[in-house]
């Protein structure tokens, strides 16, 4: 990359969507702000794929004491959309239109580190599906879901 861009809005627009995810985690990017606020993070991208790691703790908890089914929704909201955006070229974007999760456990507090990995089932021209699984450590499903993405030609 010659004449890198300086923020992810400004490399959505000059990179392909593959090299943004890559720059995310290469560190020459900030990550998506809300990746900080509910401690996941960015670990690996691929052609129709990204996973994402994140910490459960007090801080996602629901008033039952369990992890709050936001959390591992958003997670599976961004691993689907993220590898949606792994195959747009530069100036395309994305805008989940819907995202639905199953849960099939509980995800306590002291889950640990849960991996989310999300895939492209297909790639349309205007409207785009992945899948994605939730994970403990020990490989144990905590949820699945399914994207629905419609892809955002750049305008003039």
């Keep these: 990359m010659t004449d890198t861009p300086k ?3 400004e490399a959505v627009g000059r990179l392909p969507g593959r090299e943004v995810l ?23 991208v691929g052609e129709g794929f990204a996973a ?8 996602i908890l629901n008033p039952q004491g369990t992890v709050h089914g936001g959390w591992a929704l958003t997670l599976i909201d961004s691993a689907t959309g993220c590898a949606a955006h792994s195959l747009l070229p530069a100036g395309v974007s994305y805008s989940t239109l819907s995202t639905q999760a199953n ?3 509980p995800i ?3 889950a640990g580190r849960v ?19 939730v994970k403990d450590e020990a490989g144990r499903l905590l949820a699945h879901g399914l994207s629905t993405l419609m892809v ?4 003039p």
Aim: aromatic share 4%; hydrophobic share 35%.
């Design 7 to 9: 923020t992810t809005a």
């Design 22 to 44: 890559q720059a995310v985690l290469d560190g020459k990017l900030p990550p998506a702000t809300i990746s900080t606020t509910l401690d996941f993070d960015l670990v690996e």
């Design 52 to 59: 994402f790691e994140g910490r459960t703790g007090p801080h």
């Design 103 to 105: 849960f099939t456990r």
């Design 108 to 110: 306590t507090a002291d």
């Design 115 to 133: 991996r989310c990995e999300g895939r492209v089932v297909n790639a349309g021209r205007q409207i785009i599906t992945a899948e994605a699984t």
């Design 152 to 155: 955002l030609q750049p305008r």
